[in-house]
C-alpha cells in the first residue's frame, strides 16, 4: 500500500513568513500533484511535477520533487490570508488512482 | 462551461440505510473517479470509471458500489450504512483514464452524515 506522510498536520503562521510543507513516502511515484481545498469545495489542482529533482514555481509557491521521486515539498514566501486552506499531496504509480497524503492545514492569519 | 456538479450537497442517513449520490462529469470527460475523505484526511480512492466500465477500485466494502451511465454521468451507491460512513464524498473528473499526467476536476462533494 503506498502512503504519503504530510507534515506539520497543522500551520498557523502570521502574514509574511514563510513556511514549507513536506510530503514523504516510502514508494517511488510516476508522478506527484498538489491540490488545495477550502472549507466547502473540492480540492483544486495547484501544480504536477513529473521528473526526479524538478522544480516548479508558481507566483510565490515553490515545488519540488525529490530526486527519487519519493517525496515533495512545497515552499510558500511571503504568506498571505488567503493562501488559508488544505493542502494535498497526491502521487500518481500509474494506472487509475490517485493517492493522497495526509494534509496540512495552513492558517494564515493578520 | 459547467464544473463537476454532485448532489445532494448535504445529507443525513441513520445506520442501516441506503444512499445514493450523483455526479455529472464536466462536458467532454469521459472518466469518473469517486473519492471518500473522512474530517481532517486526505481523500482516499474508492471506484474510477472509464467509458462506463469500471477501470479502478480501492480497498471499501462490496457495500460500495457505483456505475457510469451512457452520458458519462455516475452514481455511487452505499448499503448499510455505518456510523464511519460518514465523510465527504468527492467525484472527479477527467478527459483522460490514466492519471499520471491529467488533471482530475473535483466537485464540492456530498456531505453525509450517518446517525
Known amino acids: 500500500t503506498q502512503l504519503l506522510e504530510q507534515s506539520p498536520q497543522f500551520l498557523s503562521i502570521q502574514e509574511g513568513e514563510n513556511l514549507t510543507v513536506y510530503c514523504n513516502s516510502s514508494?517511488?511515484?510516476?508522478?506527484l500533484q498538489w491540490y488545495r481545498q477550502e472549507p466547502g469545495e473540492g480540492p483544486v489542482l495547484l501544480v504536477t511535477?513529473?521528473?526526479?529533482?524538478e522544480v516548479k514555481k508558481l507566483k510565490r509557491l515553490t515545488f519540488q520533487f525529490g530526486d527519487a521521486r519519493k517525496d515533495s515539498s512545497l515552499h510558500i514566501t511571503a504568506a498571505q490570508p488567503g493562501d488559508t486552506g488544505l493542502y494535498l499531496c497526491a502521487g500518481t504509480g500509474g494506472g487509475n488512482k490517485l493517492t493522497f497524503g495526509t494534509g496540512t492545514q495552513l492558517k494564515v492569519e493578520l | 462551461d459547467a464544473g463537476v456538479t454532485q448532489s445532494p450537497t448535504h445529507l443525513i442517513k441513520t445506520r442501516g440505510q441506503q444512499v445514493t449520490l450523483r455526479c455529472s462529469p464536466i462536458s467532454g470527460h469521459k472518466s469518473v473517479s469517486w473519492y471518500q475523505q473522512v474530517l481532517g484526511q486526505g481523500p482516499q480512492f474508492i471506484f474510477q470509471?472509464?467509458?462506463?466500465?469500471?477501470?479502478g477500485r480501492g480497498n471499501f466494502p462490496d457495500r460500495f458500489s457505483a456505475r457510469q451511465f451512457p452520458n458519462y454521468s455516475s452514481e455511487l451507491n452505499v448499503n448499510a450504512l455505518l456510523l464511519g460512513d460518514s465523510a465527504l464524498y468527492l467525484c472527479?473528473?477527467?478527459?483522460?483514464?490514466?492519471?499520471?499526467?491529467?488533471?482530475?476536476?473535483f466537485g464540492e462533494g456530498s456531505r453525509l452524515t450517518v446517525l
Open positions: 511535477v513529473v521528473t526526479g529533482g
Open positions: 514508494s517511488v511515484f510516476s508522478s
Open positions: 470509471y472509464y467509458e462506463k466500465e469500471e477501470r
Open positions: 472527479a473528473s477527467s478527459f483522460l483514464q490514466g492519471t499520471n499526467t491529467g488533471e482530475l476536476f
